[in-house]
């Protein structure tokens, strides 16, 4: 995988395709593997970028204070050294906190954002949910029991009842975390402080927000406070899912992605 | 037609759009049909739904007390899953029933929007309807066409929109004279002084500057009876500023409702 050096940090990264670009920014928990299936899709006709953020997969893990806009500036300065002056910007969970102190500091570089099951200001009970993750792993100090823990948090009631060999394979992806607990412990903070929610009216690129009916991390509430106060957006709400509704039902997100990338052209 | 049996009787309502539900509650001298020039712009973001009040069209009678009209409104959120995140709209006589609404099943539902209504008429006003109701008992509906366009419209949107006015009396004299006047007689009765202020709902206020049926000081005296009410007068139009003025009336309980956030939600 090829490596940028952005600042102290080694950021791993892929570079897909060619057309427009793509930058694509994981979340709290995982890393760039969480959007092979979108980039295996969107490279036909777009420059797909997605990365490994600091202190997660390959990249640079130092237990120390992060914040989200810590994170946009690593995405930023990835960018700037890939020659992206604009992209796409799509950001999933934290990925999509991130995705919005780019188009605060710096709206030249964002052709359009997508928010995808994310957040401006956690919402009472996403506050609480991602308290109780991040606990679980600083009580047992092991991802296994985290992944445990966390599972229900992501995926709706439906998927989790009858979907028991997928919701195993996530446990063993989440609990064979080999990235440092005190980075996510860290970057679980990030989440907490996040708060451009007064700042919001001052995006003025196209952006999609969506969203999962049932996600205890990132509410259709946080949605509804990004919808009301970014002027130039669209919501959709993936009813019957929840946090990892790209995975629930990935087909409906894919059409509602390239649905509204394509139109930005 | 959408007949739904609830507890005492048959209510028929119409829907359009998806997302959080908003109730619209029509007038005396009309039918739901009243809001068909608003209902696509507020279903771009909403789930609308608009019911004939008890009597009217296709919906049984719920007596000549208000309170049964309100009762029988109730009825309808658990008929059609509305949750407490619906909000309401009554206009005139609709607006009554919704105060009424809030007074006994405010629970239920959300904010309250109150179009050209108020907290009682005063005995001129309440003489009227008494009169209303005979001349309908003896004539039918066609004896009270006339008055009502009135009511409705100020006279220079009638002269300049007979086609309007036309629609409105053919969709007025389809209702049961029996039934309206019982209507008549809810609204000569009613008196909602004592409760109107246990109102726990937000409430936006409005009324047409011209507005005859229920002129701006019934209004004004509503808004100041309703805890933390916001009053909003909407200058040259009458009792009807959903017919008079659809997107003018869309625009003045946009931002109360959040309907621009809406309209940018769907469900997939």
């Known amino acids: 995988m090829p490596v940028a050096r952005i600042g102290r940090y080694d950021i791993h990264y892929l570079e897909e395709g060619s057309g427009p670009a793509v930058v694509m920014i994981h979340g709290l928990a995982g890393d760039h593997t969480a959007w092979l299936p979108q980039m295996a899709e969107l490279r036909d006709r777009y420059r797909v970028v997605v990365f490994d953020n600091r202190g997660a997969g390959r990249s640079t893990q130092m237990d120390e204070a992060v914040s989200t806009e810590d994170l946009a500036a690593d995405t930023i300065g990835l960018m700037e050294q890939l020659g992206i002056d604009r992209a796409h910007i799509v950001g999933r969970s934290m990925g999509g906190a991130i995705a919005q102190h780019i188009a605060l500091k710096r709206p030249e570089l964002v052709r359009s954002l997508v928010l995808c099951a994310s957040f401006a200001r956690l919402d009472p009970l996403g506050h609480r949910v991602l308290t109780n993750m991040r606990e679980v792993l600083e009580w047992r100090h092991n991802w296994r029991d985290h992944a445990l823990h966390s599972i229900q948090n992501f995926v709706g009631w439906r998927f989790y009842n009858s979907e028991p060999e997928r919701i195993a394979r996530i446990v063993d992806l989440i609990g064979g975390e080999t990235r440092l607990p005190e980075c996510y412990i860290r970057q679980n903070h990030a989440c907490l402080e996040h708060d451009t929610l007064d700042r919001l009216g001052e995006i003025s690129s196209p952006t999609l927000i969506m969203g999962g009916g049932q996600d205890p991390i990132c509410s259709p509430t946080a949605t509804q406070w990004m919808a009301e106060r970014i002027p130039n957006s669209q919501t959709v709400i993936f009813e019957g899912c929840s946090h990892f509704f790209l995975m629930e039902d990935a087909d409906k997100f894919m059409a509602q992605l390239t649905g509204f990338l394509d139109q930005q052209a | ?268």
């Open chain 2, 1 to 268: 037609m959408s007949q739904i049996n609830v507890n005492g009787g048959t209510l028929d309502a119409v829907e359009q759009g998806t997302g959080k539900p908003l109730l619209l509650l029509h007038s005396l001298l009309a039918d739901r049909s009243v809001f068909d020039r608003v209902v696509p712009a507020l279903a771009a973001g909403r789930r609308v739904v608009v019911p004939d009040l008890p009597g009217f069209g296709g919906s049984s009678s719920a007596g000549s007390a208000i309170e049964g009209f309100a009762d029988r409104l109730a009825e309808l959120f658990p008929a059609l899953d509305l949750g407490s995140d619906t909000d309401v709209l009554g206009n005139g006589f609709g607006g009554f029933v919704a105060s009424t609404l809030a007074i006994r099943h405010g629970h239920l539902f959300d904010r309250l929007v109150l179009a050209d209504t108020g907290v009682e008429f005063s005995d001129a006003g309440k003489a009227a309807f008494h009169t209303m109701a005979g001349r309908v008992r003896e004539h039918g509906m066609e004896g009270v066409v006339d008055i009502a366009m009135k009511r409705l419209f100020p006279d220079t949107f009638m002269e300049a929109n007979p086609d309007v006015i036309a629609e409105r009396r053919e969709a007025l004299v389809k209702t049961d004279p029996v039934l309206f006047a019982q209507a008549c007689e809810a609204l000569a009765a009613l008196d909602l002084k004592a409760s109107i202020g246990s109102i726990r709902n937000r409430t936006l206020v409005l009324v047409g500057g011209l507005d005859a049926a229920t002129p701006p000081p019934m209004s004004h005296e509503l808004a100041r009876s309703i805890p933390g009410a916001e009053l909003v007068e909407l200058p040259g139009l009458g009792h009807a500023p959903m017919v008079q003025d659809p997107d003018g009336f869309v625009r003045a309980i946009s931002g109360f409702l959040g309907l621009e956030a809406g309209a940018r939600m769907r469900s997939v």
